[in-house]
């Protein structure tokens, strides 16, 4: 029962977030919202889908930024 619940806190975040950052894959960006789920509810916390939406805008935010730039042409 938990894990259906967690689903449907879920795929509204998923896809919000994946409107928002068109460059990174939709299986990325499931994996960083289940990823922090699992995180909130390991520490005890109440995984709200705009707390879940928050942290994994801040996870995938660093992923982009994180990414080399492309190669100028010599």
Known sequence: MLALATR????????????????????????CVADVCACAQHLGISATPEIV??????????IVNSAPPPRALR
């Open 53 to 62: 939406e928050r942290i994994a805008r801040e996870h995938l935010l660093a």
């Open 8 to 31: 449907f806190l879920r795929e509204p975040v998923s896809l919000r977030l994946a409107e928002e950052f068109l460059t990174v894959p939709v299986d990325t960006i499931d994996r």
